[in-house]
C-alpha cells in the first residue's frame, strides 16, 4: 500500500519532462494521477500506458490552463476518474517559446497558477497538498540577477509563486497545505534548452558554476516527495544551487 492508495492527484504540464516522472512517481504511491497536456495527446497517452503498465491509475486530459474552462477540466477529470482530488502539482509553465504574445509569461505562469487552484481548491479535502514547482531563478530573481533572456519569465514565475502564497491563509482554513519546490537549473528540461539556445554555453557554465546541476529524474523525485512530506505550509524545499542560498 502506497501513501497516495485510494487518492487522486493532478500533475500539471504532465506529459514529458519533470511533470511526467512527478506523475509516474504519485501513481507509484498509489494515486491515481491525471496526466496533463495542452497539445501533444499521444505523449500523456504514452506516459499513462506506461503507469498503467506498472499497476497504477492515470488518465490523460487536454486542458490549456490558460483558457477559462481549462482548470475545471482537469478538476472533473480527477473526481469523475478518482473520486477525490487530494494532491495538486502545478508544474507546468513557459513563456520562451516562439510565437507567443508578450504576455503569454505571465497569463501561464501567474494568472492560469492562481485560477488552476481556486479551481482545486473549492474540491479539496482538508489535509489535501498543494505544491508550486519554480526555479532558484525565478524564486530568488528580486535579489540575484539572471539572464536576461529568462528574466521575464522569471519575474512572472515570481509573481506566481507570490499570488499563491498570498493564498495561504484561506487554504489553511480548508485544511490544504502550500509548498514550494525551487531548483536550479534541471538538465535535460525545456526551459534548459532554450536558453542553451538563446545563449550559448549557458548550462555548461551554470553547472561549473553550481557544482552539478541535477537530472529530470532527481527533481522529480523531490517534488514527488514534497507532496507527501510532512512540513508546514509555506514551506520551500530548496533542491541544488547552493549559491543562491549564501547569497
Known amino acids: 500500500m502506497g501513501q497516495l492508495e485510494h487518492k487522486a492527484a493532478i500533475v500539471t504540464g504532465s506529459s514529458r519532462g519533470i511533470g511526467a516522472e512527478v506523475a ?3 501513481a507509484a504511491e498509489g494515486a491515481g494521477v491525471v496526466v496533463n497536456y495542452r497539445q501533444k ?3 500523456a497517452n504514452k506516459v499513462v500506458s506506461g503507469i498503467e503498465a506498472d499497476g497504477g491509475r492515470a488518465v490523460a486530459v487536454g486542458a490549456d490552463l490558460t483558457s477559462p474552462e481549462g482548470p475545471a477540466a482537469l478538476v472533473d477529470a480527477a473526481l469523475e476518474s478518482f473520486g477525490s482530488l487530494d494532491v495538486l502539482v502545478l508544474n507546468a509553465s513557459g513563456g520562451m517559446e ?6 503569454y509569461a505571465l497569463k501561464l505562469n501567474r494568472d492560469a497558477q492562481v485560477n488552476m487552484l481556486t479551481a482545486a481548491a473549492a474540491r479539496m479535502k482538508p489535509g489535501s497538498r498543494v505544491v508550486f514547482v519554480t526555479s532558484h531563478q525565478a524564486h530568488f530573481i528580486n535579489t540575484v540577477p539572471t539572464m536576461p533572456e529568462y528574466e521575464p519569465v522569471a519575474r512572472s514565475k515570481r509573481a506566481g509563486e507570490d499570488a499563491l502564497r498570498a493564498r495561504i491563509p484561506e487554504l489553511e482554513e480548508k485544511g490544504i497545505t502550500l509548498v514550494v519546490v525551487s531548483g536550479d537549473m534541471i538538465e535535460g528540461t525545456v526551459t534548459a534548452t532554450l ?4 545563449n550559448p554555453g549557458a548550462i555548461e557554465a551554470r553547472r561549473e558554476e553550481a ?3 541535477y537530472s529530470v529524474e532527481e527533481f522529480a523525485a523531490e ?3 514534497m507532496a507527501l512530506a510532512d512540513v508546514p505550509t509555506g514551506h520551500t524545499e530548496y533542491v541544488g544551487g547552493a549559491d543562491y542560498l549564501s547569497a
Open 24 to 26: 509516474k512517481l504519485l
Open 98 to 103: 516562439t510565437g507567443v504574445k508578450e504576455d
Open 41 to 43: 495527446a499521444p505523449r
Open 211 to 213: 557544482g552539478r546541476l
Open 223 to 225: 517534488v514527488a516527495r
Open 195 to 198: 536558453l542553451d539556445r538563446a
